[in-house]
């Protein structure tokens, strides 16, 4: 008999409130290769990185370090949030950091929301692989407000499509 819930991938998050961290582990029956590159390549981004019904569109997207992405996460009646990702180091095909945020559709950050530092490393696994994100925050407030904006579901189904758009690659 085959289990089915073992053939969904499972999106895990682990609060550290103490540490002002976030952890989201999740696999996918990829290789790195092809997950890299649909966390890296603008027009795979558009396809998955907002839950739906919302879509991502990229405006300007320099994946190097020192470069940014700019992109506005779009609702179903045109509401429109605008995010920020400044590319800090990269290991290709490993990992990358950066620090995003809300800002304006010129790229200017809004201080009215934290800022976020992520980790990002790619492993491969003997089905496929895994991505392990690491977000770090400034303070307990600045993590919980972003948990309380709708974080966690809300990555978890973008990380959903980005299964759904893997499958339709493999």
Known sequence: MTNLTA???????????????????????????????????????DKWWAPRPWRAETKTLDFREGGMWLYAMIGPDGTT???????????????????NGFCDEDGNINSSFPRMRWF???????????VDVLIGFDDEADMQKIIDMGFETGFTMGLGNLDELLAQQG
């Open 7 to 45: 053939a969904k991938n499972e999106t895990r998050i682990t609060r550290d409130l103490v540490g002002k961290k976030l952890t989201v582990i999740r696999e996918f029956r990829a290789p790195v290769a092809l997950v890299w590159k649909s966390w890296t390549e603008s027009a795979l981004l």
């Open 120 to 130: 990002v490393e790619f492993k491969p696994t003997a089905t496929g692989s895994e």
């Open 81 to 99: 949030a605008w995010c920020r990702v400044d590319f800090k180091t990269i290991v290709p095909g490993k990992s990358f950091t950066a620090e």
